[in-house]
């Protein structure tokens, strides 16, 4: 999977008011969640603070990346968890990141790809993708760009489901019964199937 570079400096304000302060000055509140633990079993979260800027590289983006953020100049490789944004303005008000590691699997989001002409679009249907997302389970090693699905077997009419899918070394989170993709009839192909059966 694709790495991005992450500039971050450790954050020592806190509350509402510092927040927005930050903010004005063009600088996005964010915390990192560490692989180490409390007394509680809760991971260690440590507070950052990142520019807009820099930050507009990992999220205005159709790729997903593997952060490698440097805070300070100490470099923590995470994956982006959360996101929290202005309903008016869409700019960034929050992030939040996970730290991974080389043995430790973590749950991912990683976007479907769509190969081949399906059956049922040569037919006249229509290919819908209902989801544009997967969670998988993996070491972060193991995470492709794109999770690729052949549709050229989906004939018209037909739909694929999450449970019809695997990947070596990824274990799928999706519920197995989410709908993938499927082949819509459309009102042309309608129309040829009610002539092809009057024909008959």
Do not use: W
């Not at 600088?27 to 990192?32: G, T």
């Not at 043995?103 to 769509?114: H, M, N, S, T, Y």
């Not at 549709?151 to 990824?170: I, P, Q, R, W």
């Amino acid at each position: 999977m694709k790495e991005i570079t992450i500039n971050a400096q450790a954050r020592n304000e806190f509350g509402k008011k510092a927040s927005k302060e930050l903010r004005r000055a063009g600088q996005v509140p964010a915390v990192v969640y560490g692989v180490e633990r409390d007394e509680k079993g809760l991971p260690v979260a440590k507070s950052i603070k990142i520019s807009e800027k820099e930050l507009a590289k990992l999220l205005y983006t159709p790729n997903v990346y593997i952060v490698n953020l440097v805070v300070d100049g100490a470099p923590v490789k995470a994956i982006l968890k959360s996101l929290q944004s202005d309903f008016v303005t869409d700019r960034p008000v929050h992030v939040d990141f996970y730290q991974i590691t080389d043995e430790k699997p973590v749950v991912f989001e990683i976007p479907v790809k769509l190969n081949g002409l399906a059956e049922g679009v040569r037919a006249g249907g229509k290919l819908t993708l209902n989801v544009r997302k997967l969670a998988v389970k993996a070491l972060y090693t193991q995470f492709p760009d794109t999770l690729d699905i052949d549709v050229t077997n989906l004939g018209l009419g037909k739909s694929m489901k999450v449970g019809a899918l695997s990947y070596e070394g990824l274990e799928i989170i999706t519920s197995k019964e989410v709908v993938v993709c499927a082949v819509r009839m459309t009102r042309a192909a309608r129309a040829a199937a009610a002539d092809t059966e009057s024909a008959e």
